[in-house]
């Protein structure tokens, strides 16, 4: 069974690698824009070509049964039309909550025909890294909403389950939301960085326009996006789902958890 993993060298692609190969797996092809520089694992077929690039896809998909879609919309809905006509047999792709801007992504996957799985995180821990500048040169965060709740999930529970969806049989035609294991307000994640890094941390709440105004730097057009979204997450905070658990055997990471492994970032 040969498998395709999109986006070899992205956050969660790269990962998705690493568990198919603990997993057992022996027939991995990765997609990179610069296979020599891919620096993948021994064992991996490494071939050229970009998602945003269709007409560098076909050799790719030869001979692929199965494949780990990274999201790109632009193009998404022309790869899976060729992952279909190369004959791949099941497509597990990464899109967000339905209904949002990544719709289009399972739309794609779905008008193609080919047997699919859906996976739809929600925020990345990794975006926690927003902070970083502020928490590297002080010991305050001047953010929004700090009473917004969400239960952010690290990438690599969201790699497990893809390599679980894609080696396994039973997944086919499911979406699964995932989430980490609890839900956290702003404020509250700030806390267990700076429990992490051995400091007391303070939460300053700015007003919407200036929210908007400092995400720009960092988000450009999707600043406002943003804010907006902290604004109802503080009204209809995200609940925590059992999903990764469920689906790996064992707990989803937790916030500290991760804030621990990754101090680096703040420092």
Known sequence: MKILVTGATGGVGRLVVDELLAAGATDIRALTVNPAKAGLPDGVEVVRGFLGRPETLPAALAGVDRMYLAPLIETNARTCRLAAEAGVRRIVDMAGAKGDHWQAIEDGVEECGV????????????????????IAA?????????SAANAPIAVEDIATVAARCLLEDGHEGHSYELTGPESLTRRERVDRIGAALG????????PHEELVEQLSEAMGEYARWYADGLA??????QVALPTVAELTGHPA??????ARANTAMFE
């Open 138 to 146: 002080g010991d305050v965060v001047r953010d929004g909403y700090g």
């Open 232 to 237: 109802q997450l503080a009204e209809h905070p």
């Open 253 to 258: 990471t937790t916030f500290a958890a991760w």
């Open 199 to 206: 400091r007391e941390l303070t939460y300053v709440d700015l």
């Open 115 to 134: 047997p699919f799985v859906h996976l739809e995180p929600g925020e990345f821990m990794t975006n926690s890294g927003i902070w970083s500048a502020q």
